[in-house]
């Protein structure tokens, strides 16, 4: 396996863990809540609660942060090798896989684990085994 340098940007990304982990610490500490997307995103699916400010503003910042940064001159240009059926189809097993789980990724991998849940643990652990399992598959076994 060969290590792209050129992409190699540890130091932004030690900020960017930094950021998310102050940003999960804040809303937990704050607010009371998770930053769990999947949490977030399915409270202001439900019916109108008191609580949709902070969700809102939450997802506006997810949101904004990429408009905001191409605004600045840094734009952001995901290169997605997928049509539109794969991406449909991925995201809704990533959406069965979240609620099979009680949470997704961010919630249980940042807030869980941080907060010594165990089955944050296995979620996480389930999570990064099926992730080396696909990328294995695909690139050794398909071919991709």
Do not use: K
Request: glycine fraction near 20%.
């Amino acid at each position: 396996m060969l290590m792209d340098l050129g992409n190699f940007t540890p130091g932004l990304s030690l900020a960017g863990g930094l950021v998310v982990g102050v940003a999960a610490a804040v809303l937990v500490l704050f607010n009371g809540r998770i930053a769990g997307i999947s949490g977030i995103l399915g409270g202001l699916l439900g019916l109108p609660r008191n609580d949709m400010t902070w969700r809102i503003a939450f997802l506006a910042g997810l949101v904004g942060a990429p408009i905001l940064a191409s605004a600045l001159g840094n734009p952001v240009t995901p290169d997605i090798q997928a049509g539109w059926g794969e991406i449909l189809i991925a995201g809704f097993v990533v959406g069965v896989g979240t609620r099979y789980a009680g949470g997704c990724t961010s919630g249980h991998g940042v807030c869980g684990i941080s907060r010594g849940a165990t089955r944050s643990l296995i979620a996480t652990a389930t999570f990064m085994a099926t992730g080396f399992v696909t990328v294995f598959v695909q690139r050794h076994l398909i071919g991709g």
